[in-house]
């Protein structure tokens, strides 16, 4: 069974700067597209960013992609969320999901970010 955990989480200030990771186990990591989810006031996930095998990435939009960037190392089982220029809307529960077409996927418990002066 693959488990993720994402870490990095925390509170920042508008403006800051934040690292997330997400850590994999067992040997699937390389096979796996990665997307950052995170959960919006109606209780739903939504996409962040997302990178595929190949290392092909894409962003929410245009706000998301030019503040926040989306990496893996397979060598490590990790991927990783860097964001910046943080604004209080981003407060928000982030979660890690392994996916592949055709397949539930898996996800990790979640990493609280709140941005707040």
């Known amino acids: 069974q693959v488990q993720l955990v994402e870490s990095g989480g925390g509170a920042v200030q508008p403006g800051g700067s934040m690292r997330l990771s997400c850590a994999a186990s067992?040997?699937?990591?390389?096979?796996?597209?990665v997307a950052w989810y995170r959960q919006t006031p109606a209780n739903q996930r939504e996409l962040v960013a997302h990178?595929?095998?190949?290392?092909?990435?894409?962003y929410k939009d245009s706000s998301i992609k030019s503040r926040f960037t989306i990496s893996r190392d397979n060598a490590k089982n990790a991927a990783f969320l860097e964001m910046t220029n943080l604004m209080p809307g981003d407060t928000s529960v982030y979660y890690c999901?392994?996916?592949?077409?055709?397949?539930?996927?898996?996800w990790g418990q979640g990493t609280q970010v709140t941005i707040s002066s």
């Open positions: 990178i595929g095998t190949d290392g092909s990435t894409l």
């Open positions: 999901h392994l996916e592949r077409s055709g397949e539930p996927g898996y």
């Open positions: 067992g040997n699937i990591f390389s096979d796996y597209a």
